[in-house]
């Protein structure tokens, strides 16, 4: 008995881990409530879900906007960029959130999608800290990427084999880099990439493997990894904010059809002076409008 | 009279409270049924619309997974999973076998009582911690190994943290079919002038072997299970697992990815056929399992016997 109801918990555990990890996207579409945004205050709910790295600066955002209006209450939830897109195409959410564009295929498949842009986020090239040098072209970023250039040597620094830190196919901060750096038809990124699954990991690995080179959100940049820049271009927010660095990519929010009553007012207090401000202390870049 | 009808209400209530506690434990084992039974349906569901438009044999054979591009090629990953495995199995199962019989047989109870719950305490550690530690200190350890190309993150690191990791499954199941040989097999032996030892080579283990064989099975479900401390050392990386040089041992210096990695690190981000492929790879997953399971169980069904 004991085996079998090992072997039970041992088939369970396995469907858990093939299918536990999908978030779940809100259960019921909230209606829209009151369209009267009264200067008396809002109230009522809204659902966000999607982009991981649009995540924290969302909660900080309806954080902000629920101790303006204490009867909004502003759930934000996970899910990836892709879920984001999804979820606010099929209605089951509010908003959705997305941390690159939204692709042709998924405007195709939901026409309605407006795309808000609440905020822009750099997207930093990072070395090992070891690693002798300061900063790469653009296209000898690229090359390593592709797995053309293997060597530290080939561009400039010591005779040791690169080692490509990647995230996985799906990623939004992969997304926004692919189309960025590599170019949208250009090469894949070499398979003999190390491929991690958050910024984190990348930051972890990156700052603990010798002689490696990886890409990380601006927020996720600290003294455990080397910051390169490119072209000649620091990777800091003022760079990235005056648009002399090359890689920055949109965080976006998403609604179905144009925002109205309380949604509308949560995207006018994000894009409004008081609301950017937090966007700049996250450490992302304000939107210019 | 009186008394009769006193005991026999008495008898009543007693059987209703034993027939509700039957129905009430046929109640719970149903619903774990019938749990499996639906997350088996779902996963199959999901993964059927993968199934049918790239096709069970091109998913089993292809050996390119790029889903942005539209190729969906389960071979590496299929790899990925076997030989990290194996490696545990290679790693992990003498040792766990020395760890049962040593239990079984040889350690004195004072000893036995610490030993023991050490090892399982070992099945109680998440594995988000042994991949933390893999990542941390064994990936670095491996990485001195001086072959070009080497990162540490691989089938080997892997293999190590997974091999640790099955330890308590194997030694458990293997420890209770050790003990389970009859007293008189080991009497009979020793009584024929034979040393411990090699009654315990010549005779224990032999009659064992079932429930042995039963064990490292399990474990082998365990191995091909196990999600996240993999991906944190295995390095994720979409190859087919190949020697780093001309020595056939540096396969495991290289990186793989493994089933589970290939599902728990896409899920979050995939769409459409994306999705469904990852469902479709569950499906894989769920089958092997079942079949590792399955032979488990008859082995210790035929020990049983």
């Known amino acids: ?289 | 009279m009186r008394g009769r009808r006193l005991s026999s209400r008495k008898g009543t209530s007693r059987s209703i409270v034993d027939r509700s506690a039957r129905y009430l434990l046929l109640l719970s084992a149903l619903v774990s049924i019938f749990v499996v039974f639906l997350i088996g349906l779902f996963t199959l569901r999901e993964g059927l619309p993968a199934l049918r438009e790239i096709g069970l044999g091109s998913l089993l054979t292809g050996r390119v997974w790029r889903p942005q591009r539209g190729e969906f090629g389960l071979l590496a990953m299929i790899a990925g999973s076997v030989l990290v495995t194996m490696g545990a199995m290679l790693l992990g199962v003498p040792l766990a076998l020395g760890c049962a019989i040593f239990l079984a047989e040889v350690a004195p109870d004072r000893v036995r009582a610490v030993v023991r719950p050490a090892v399982e305490l070992l099945a109680g550690i998440p594995s988000v911690i042994y991949g933390l530690f893999g990542m941390v200190v064994l990936v670095p350890l491996v990485r001195r190994v001086p072959v070009p190309g080497n990162t540490g993150f691989g089938l080997l690191s892997a293999s190590i943290v997974l091999a640790v990791m099955i330890l308590p499954t194997i030694t458990n199941i293997a420890e209770d079919a050790i003990r389970a040989v009859p007293r008189e097999y080991k009497e009979g032996s020793l009584a024929l002038g034979t040393t411990h030892w090699q009654t315990i080579v010549g005779v224990t283990l032999p009659a064992a072997r079932s429930g042995i064989v039963a064990a490292i099975i399990l474990g082998v479900g365990r191995a091909l299970g196990e999600t996240m401390a993999m991906i944190m050392v295995i390095g994720n990386s979409i190859i087919f697992p190949k020697p780093l040089d001309n020595n056939p041992l540096t396969l495991f210096l290289s990186q793989a990815r493994t089933l589970t990695g290939n599902i728990a690190v896409e899920i979050s981000y995939a769409t459409g056929l994306h999705e469904s492929a990852l469902f479709a790879t569950g499906v894989v997953l769920f089958v092997l399992i079942m079949i590792v399971n399955t032979t488990a169980h008859l082995l210790i069904r035929e020990r049983a016997r």
């Open chain 1, 1 to 289: 008995m004991s085996r079998k109801t090992f072997m039970l918990t041992g088939l369970l555990v396995l469907a858990l881990a093939a299918s536990g990890c999908r978030p779940t996207p809100a259960p019921t579409p909230t209606p829209a409530p009151s369209p009267t945004p009264a200067e008396a205050g809002l109230s009522g709910k809204i659902v966000e879900a999607g982009s991981t790295t649009v995540q924290p600066l969302a909660e900080k955002l309806a954080e902000a906007f629920s101790a303006k209006y204490p009867q909004v209450q502003i759930t934000v939830q996970g899910g990836g960029s892709s879920v984001g897109v999804k979820s606010a195409g099929q209605g089951t959410v509010d908003v959705g959130a997305a941390s690159r564009e939204v692709k042709d295929s998924e405007l195709q498949e939901f026409p309605d999608l407006v795309v808000h842009t609440i905020a822009r986020d750099g997207i930093a090239i990072v070395a090992h800290p070891d690693v002798p040098l300061d900063g790469l072209t653009k296209e000898q970023v690229r090359d390593i990427f592709a797995g053309e250039i293997t060597n530290w040597s080939d561009v400039g620094g010591p005779d040791r084999p690169i080692v490509v830190v990647s995230r996985e196919e799906g990623s939004g901060t992969r997304a926004a880099f692919e189309e960025m750096v590599m170019g949208k038809e250009g090469p894949p990124i070499v398979d003999t990439a190390i491929l991690q699954p958050s910024n984190g990991a990348v930051r972890t690995t990156v700052a603990t493997t010798p002689d490696s080179i990886g890409y990380l959100s601006f927020g996720y940049l600290d003294p455990s990894v080397k910051a390169l820049s490119i072209d000649g271009v620091k990777a800091t927010v003022e760079n990235a904010a005056s648009g002399v660095y090359p890689v920055v990519r949109p965080l976006n929010l998403l609604t179905k059809g144009e925002p109205d009553g309380l949604v509308k007012a949560w995207l006018d207090f994000i894009l409004s002076d008081e609301g950017q401000k937090i966007v700049v202390e996250e450490g992302y870049i304000a939107v210019n409008r």
